[in-house]
């Protein structure tokens, strides 16, 4: 069963524009991480942000986590053409689960040059 | 250095026979972990190694489903009797123990069963 759910499903924007997505999950987790998929082969790592961060950067992405909310949000700055791809929330549950990942059904992004 | 490398990239098959896929992590992770992606949906745990051992295997979907680490490193996922239904990318991660850093993909197989 997915426990991220991504929101929206699908996005289309300009380049130069912003885009934002949601994730929102239903039990508690040690961290949370996103991920880019191109052409539905190998993810990508994009950041990892613990259950005791509430916001975290890497270049033009920025990560926010709102564990009372169970939600995160992931927003991508000035896009580029080459940001077209599916992106994928993912929870881990910690240890005790084996740190496996609950990927969500992602949001499929198109960036218009 | 080497990422986690997936072989084949690509494996055809025919409802019923037996397949066998590849999975060679990054030197020294000891967790490694196997989802399956079926077309427009986010990967789903399989299983889950700690060395050589399967410290998870609650997502396998059926018996026909096994895989192996004999060495804790390279691990097989294999399939019995394969079903049209088992078509799916299967991804495989790796990471630096399961201790909640994060998990480095492959870059999947594409079963087809015909």
């Known amino acids: 069963s997915q426990q991220g759910e991504e929101d929206p499903q699908a996005l289309s924007i300009q380049e130069g524009e912003n885009a934002t997505m949601n994730c929102s999950y239903k039990?508690?987790?040690?961290?949370l991480q996103w991920y880019r998929q191109n052409s539905g082969r190998g993810l990508v790592h994009l950041i990892l942000?613990?259950?005791?961060?509430r916001e975290k950067h890497s270049g033009r992405l920025r990560v926010t986590l709102d564990t009372s909310k169970k939600s995160s949000s992931l927003l991508i700055t000035a896009s580029r053409a080459a940001d077209t791809a599916s992106y994928f929330c993912?929870?881990?549950?910690?240890?005790?689960?084996?740190?496996?990942?609950?990927f969500g059904g992602g949001t499929r992004v198109l960036v218009k040059p | 250095g080497a990422g986690v490398s997936q072989t084949p990239s690509n494996k055809v098959t025919e409802k019923g026979k037996y397949v066998e896929l590849r999975c060679d992590p990054i030197?020294?992770?000891?967790?490694l972990y196997w989802y399956r992606q079926s077309l427009g949906q986010g990967p789903e745990f399989l299983i889950y190694?700690?060395?050589?051992?399967?410290?998870?295997d609650s997502g396998l979907p059926n018996d026909r489903f096994f895989a192996v680490r004999p060495e804790g490193s390279v691990s097989t996922l294999k399939i019995q009797r394969t079903e049209r239904g088992d078509s799916a990318v299967y991804l495989c991660?790796?990471?630096?123990?399961?201790?909640?850093?994060?998990?480095?993909f492959g870059p999947g197989t594409r079963l087809t069963v015909l």
């Open positions: 039990t508690s987790i040690n961290n």
């Open positions: 942000i613990r259950s005791n961060e």
């Open positions: 993912a929870t881990d549950a910690g240890s005790a689960a084996g740190n496996k990942l609950t």
């Open positions: 991660a790796s990471s630096f123990q399961a201790s909640g850093n994060e998990q480095f």
């Open positions: 030197s020294g992770h000891t967790a």
């Open positions: 190694f700690q060395g050589t051992g399967a410290a998870d």
